[in-house]
């Protein structure tokens, strides 16, 4: 009634994350436009959903929040280095998305062995071919260092390099 209007700043994270959450949020938004004759903005349906996530999944929500923003801050990485802005409704993006959610998953694991192990054939590589790709993977290594305190594998950077050169192939 105020018009104040808070913007979800995880909304897409929410919406690749957790699709069947934010299809109820979405359902919630028209039942009540349909109840009480008000708009809401499609953040809300996002802060629904993570009401339901976090209630369905107990203490789970922290380490989710974490691999959302982590999945958030490499693609601002990648877009601010590239300057870029990648295409969210493009199949090869959600295919980007699914590839970071489980690089996520791997960092936070308390099983340093998800890592991969440190075999670095396939990041001499990839560095070779992909120069510039490998400095991005590089400013991603040095966000999670700094922030986390976590230095990702050899091999898991070489995977890295190539996710991103197939999404940055398809987004040009």
Same mark, same amino acid.
């Given at each position: 009634?105020?018009?104040?209007?808070?913007?979800?700043?995880?909304?897409?994270?929410?919406? =690749?994350?957790?699709?069947?959450?934010?299809?109820?949020?979405?359902?919630?938004?028209?039942?009540?436009?349909?109840?009480?004759?008000?708009?809401?903005?499609?953040?809300?349906?996002?802060?629904?959903?993570? =009401?339901?996530?976090?209630?369905?999944?107990?203490?789970?929500?922290?380490?989710?929040?974490?691999?959302?923003?982590?999945?958030?801050?490499?693609?601002?990485?990648?877009?601010?280095?590239?300057?870029?802005?990648?295409?969210?409704?493009?199949?090869?993006?959600?295919?980007?998305?699914? =590839?970071?959610?489980?690089?996520?998953?791997?960092?936070?694991?308390?099983?340093?062995?998800?890592?991969?192990?440190?075999?670095?054939?396939?990041?001499?590589?990839?560095?070779?071919?992909?120069?510039?790709?490998?400095?991005?993977?590089?400013?991603?290594?040095?966000?999670?260092?700094?922030?986390?305190?976590?230095?990702?594998?050899?091999?898991?950077?070489?995977?890295?390099?190539?996710?991103?050169?197939?999404?940055?192939?398809?987004?040009?």
């Amino acid at each position: 009634n105020e018009h104040i209007i808070l913007k979800n700043e995880m909304l897409n994270e929410i919406k =690749h994350f957790h699709p069947a959450e934010y299809e109820i949020g979405k359902m919630a938004l028209k039942q009540i436009k349909e109840a009480y004759d008000i708009s809401l903005p499609i953040d809300e349906a996002g802060f629904i959903a993570y =009401h339901i996530i976090n209630l369905s999944e107990g203490g789970g929500v922290k380490q989710d929040d974490k691999r959302m923003k982590l999945v958030k801050k490499v693609l601002e990485i990648i877009e601010n280095y590239f300057n870029i802005r990648m295409n969210q409704d493009s199949i090869y993006y959600e295919r980007f998305i699914t =590839h970071l959610k489980y690089f996520g998953a791997r960092v936070f694991s308390q099983d340093t062995n998800k890592m991969g192990n440190n075999d670095d054939f396939l990041y001499r590589m990839m560095k070779i071919q992909y120069p510039e790709i490998t400095k991005c993977v590089e400013l991603v290594q040095e966000y999670l260092n700094y922030n986390y305190q976590i230095n990702i594998s050899s091999e898991e950077k070489g995977y890295l390099i190539i996710h991103i050169n197939n999404v940055l192939q398809k987004a040009r």
